[in-house]
């Protein structure tokens, strides 16, 4: 593959496509969100038969996608988004005149996308990342992930069919296939300016690393994994107990366990201990182990289950007798916090459906396991209101530790919003100020850029003086239109 | 010195100051900037003395420094910097009810910030790093410049008063005297969430791969040096040689040419150069050398010229017969814009007086150059407006290039405003996508976090459904107070 070729062209791309309206970038999105529906029929089963998800997930899944593409062409065809910003001159100023000053966001160039086995359709090729790249402004070059070829190289080609049907530059999107050192090819390139990336700690920190290490270090985007740790308190947790651990195996298990906020870690006060484990193995005992996404993903969820056999302050409440060569039985263990607080392993994600239930004593002890906790995307604390109040402090704590905290339901399902953060501390995330769901993840592929007198004529029309657009803009130190 | 200790005081301080109301943030910067304005009269002398730098400028400088304290201050008060986006609940939402998300940003922990010794108090101790900081709600750890000891301690010693004096607990601030070790140990300390830094590349560049090879690795935010290419065109230049050199020349040597923002490459058609060679050096004739901030900044400045005087490619201008102890003396060299594309030293920054001149052919050699140069926090451009439409393409090059693009006066002054962009693509920042300068400064220390199905009574101020701060925010994708 000639990658020089390619990221010239999406070079070439970038320079027309960054002065693009927001109009011609939101129809172009509409277009790819066309295509896909229209491609339905032969892309929920395909995409199903490479990932062992149901079809039922799939379309779900499908409908995700096509609403966060119009999402961000929503976002870009209303503008605001682009942070404009204007300080007028004043020619009379002493000791020295102010000049004009104007600022928005410029998309950074092209980025590097990296497709998630996990979400064929919604984190993959015209997923999230690539979307919201597309949408600042950005060409991406898209590494498909092998788990799904077919159905990558399919959405890509209704990608590269948008782009032509609306006049685009070639070089807009390229999609790419290969494994690991072709993806760390792509990210060495000078002329990548950007990558995103879903998936393991430690295919993201790798990644990270790589391009920290580039004579110009580029941003990385790395959605890593995260246990996404349930507190329960005593009373909210007394009143609902077979509720809740309904609720949480349910969530548990879910798609396998194979979600990104799948909750590994469940804080239960000792009080009740037995009654929550004896609920808790009465949901899971009659769940049936589902298919992962391929082979080399169970056979990962077993590795990381049998070394933690070998622990042996962990209890099992549940387990299936043998391992499966492509279906995630689930399970659970049962640890003592003054243990669990000893051993960093009992913190690191086993992708499926296996979770530590935490018995801890006292506030005393939930503050310790706050205080320990690694960054994670989402942190979910069921409680009553007064014992929320009386836990103001835990809270405050729990606070640095999340992107994402709940205060009721289960952490997976995640909202594709405006207020969503779909990103943590460290290392849940590489850049904490970031999200990979949501609108706000547009921002992750744009910079500030300031023009300096400027002659009216030649500002993007975000700046001009009549704001031709109509968007939101800060003037003098004044929100207006 | 027990970093430790200064760490964890900095922490709990941080627990407590993040939820503290912006009306308590902005008195707190008030109080700072008047007890600086106070001390002004033994402030003024001190920073003068210890830095070279004329009252003069120390107290146009002591002005901007207290101008953007009250900036902050303002931002802070008023509060709609926070990005308080509210999604609502729709509970009758199929398949799935819609849960209540409430994002917007909060304080990343305490940073470290390092003084810099061009600006002993715009850039030091109270400058705009620590401010931005302090104003988004991260405690500072501050590491002053060797380089003014004194002053450093003493606006030190303002920003303790005025924390005590305004009932804030202590750790909000931390001033600490060290070299380069000491230094290092702050960045790799695990409580540190963040580094701001202005100064050389070298040093800027260090800190950043130390934070990156943290086990948790942190943002750096650091602004490393920049040459500020001023780009001539034929007309515009052959209609003022005489002002553009004089205003050229006067930018080149303000300060002893100690400003990030110097201009330290000028481009000029081929048809101008020898009258505007002849008109700069006759402008730059009668420049006095000024002292430099100190003798180590003066031997590098020559050091760096005498590695110059040996390249064949340079014409020399302008250049002082000896070296000198402490003043800078104003240098300049000429190159054809063929020899100067081949080699990057002449892309390097020196800091100090000194500039270089590239004489260039054509517009195809000046868009080459476009493409050569480096990342820069600034780019200036004198055109005619017919030249400026013929120049669009270059002109979109430049932009990928810089932060700031001026079309009149100097890179010299940079305003403190809310649309100023400071920081520029790399080598002339760590992050491109930050500004070191103006109101957007405070973003660089803050995180999103998402609240979802969060009582009411618990929210903060800023999202709870009344609106009490009475901010801007996005409410169901749609901006309003």
């Not at 060495?188 to 290490?213: C, M």
């Given at each position: 593959m000639n990658y020089e070729n390619i990221f010239n062209t999406a070079q070439h791309a970038f320079l027309q496509f960054k002065k693009t309206s927001g109009k011609i970038k939101a129809d172009f999105l509409e277009k790819i969100a066309y295509n896909i529906e229209a491609e339905k029929a032969n892309l929920i089963p395909l995409?199903?038969?490479?990932?062992?998800?149901?079809?039922?997930?799939?379309?779900?899944?499908?409908?995700?996608?096509?609403?966060?593409?119009?999402?961000?062409?929503?976002?870009?065809?209303?503008?605001?988004?682009?942070?404009?910003?204007?300080?007028?001159?004043?020619?009379?100023?002493?000791?020295?005149?102010?000049?004009?000053?104007?600022?928005?966001?410029?998309?950074?160039?092209?980025?590097?996308?990296?497709?998630?086995?996990?979400?064929?359709?919604?984190?993959?090729?015209?997923?999230?990342?690539?979307?919201?790249?597309?949408?600042?402004?950005?060409?991406?070059?898209?590494?498909?992930?092998?788990?799904?070829?077919?159905?990558?190289?399919?959405?890509?080609?209704?990608?590269?069919?948008?782009?032509?049907?609306?006049?685009?530059?070639?070089?807009?999107?390229?999609?790419?296939?290969?494994?690991?050192?072709?993806?760390?090819?792509?990210?060495?390139?000078?002329?990548?300016?950007?990558?995103?990336?879903?998936?393991?700690?430690?295919?993201?920190?790798?990644?990270?690393?790589?391009?920290?290490?580039?004579?110009?270090?580029?941003?990385?985007?790395?959605?890593?994994?995260?246990?996404?740790?349930?507190?329960?308190?005593?009373?909210?947790?007394?009143?609902?107990?077979?509720?809740?651990?309904?609720?949480?195996?349910?969530?548990?298990?879910?798609?396998?366990?194979?979600?990104?906020?799948?909750?590994?870690?469940?804080?239960?006060?000792?009080?009740?201990?037995?009654?929550?484990?004896?609920?808790?193995?009465?949901?899971?005992?009659?769940?049936?182990?589902?298919?992962?996404?391929?082979?080399?993903?169970?056979?990962?969820?077993?590795?990381?289950?049998?070394?933690?056999?070998?622990?042996?302050?962990?209890?099992?409440?549940?387990?299936?007798?043998?391992?499966?060569?492509i279906k995630a039985h689930p399970a659970m263990a049962k640890i003592k916090a003054n243990d669990w607080l000893k051993e960093e392993l009992f913190q690191e994600e086993v992708f499926g459906s296996f979770a530590i239930l935490v018995i801890y004593e006292n506030a005393e002890e939930l503050l310790s396991i706050a205080q320990k906790l690694h960054g994670q995307l989402t942190i979910t604390i069921w409680g009553e209101d007064s014992e929320l109040e009386q836990s103001a402090d835990i809270i405050s704590h729990l606070e640095e530790k999340c992107g994402r905290i709940l205060f009721k339901g289960v952490p997976t399902g995640v909202e594709v919003g405006f207020a969503m953060q779909h990103g943590g501390p460290y290392p849940s995330t590489s850049d904490s100020r970031s999200t990979s769901v949501g609108a706000y993840a547009i921002k992750r592929f744009a910079r500030p850029i300031a023009f300096q007198d400027m002659p009216e004529k030649f500002l993007p029309d975000a700046l001009k003086e009549s704001n031709p657009l109509g968007i939101w803009r800060t003037v003098d130190g004044e929100f207006k239109k």
């Open positions: 995409a199903s038969s490479e990932s062992n998800l149901p079809e039922g997930r799939i379309t779900g899944e499908l409908g995700r996608t096509v609403g966060q593409i119009k999402l961000f062409a929503q976002l870009v065809e209303e503008g605001s988004w682009l942070e404009a910003v204007i300080d007028h001159a004043d020619p009379e100023r002493t000791p020295a005149p102010k000049p004009d000053i104007r600022r928005f966001l410029t998309a950074l160039g092209p980025v590097v996308v990296f497709g998630a086995s996990n979400f064929p359709l919604a984190f993959s090729t015209a997923g999230g990342d690539t979307v919201s790249a597309l949408a600042a402004g950005c060409p991406v070059i898209y590494k498909g992930h092998p788990a799904h070829p077919k159905t990558s190289k399919l959405v890509g080609s209704l990608i590269t069919k948008a782009a032509q049907e609306n006049g685009l530059p070639l070089g807009l999107f390229t999609h790419i296939e290969g494994g690991i050192d072709v993806g760390q090819e792509l990210v060495k390139h000078p002329i990548a300016k950007a990558v995103a990336f879903t998936g393991s700690f430690k295919g993201g920190k790798s990644l990270f690393d790589l391009a920290n290490q580039r004579k110009e270090p580029i941003p990385v985007y790395a959605e890593m994994g995260s246990v996404n740790p349930i507190i329960t308190l005593e009373n909210k947790l007394g009143s609902n107990i077979e509720a809740l651990a309904k609720a949480f195996v349910s969530s548990l298990t879910l798609g396998a366990g194979q979600f990104c906020t799948n909750p590994g870690l469940i804080m239960v006060p000792q009080v009740h201990e037995d009654a929550f484990s004896d609920a808790v193995k009465k949901e899971i005992q009659d769940i049936v182990g589902a298919p992962m996404l391929h082979e080399g993903i169970a056979k990962a969820y077993y590795e990381s289950l049998d070394k933690l056999k070998r622990k042996e302050e962990l209890e099992w409440l549940h387990v299936s007798s043998t391992n499966d060569i």
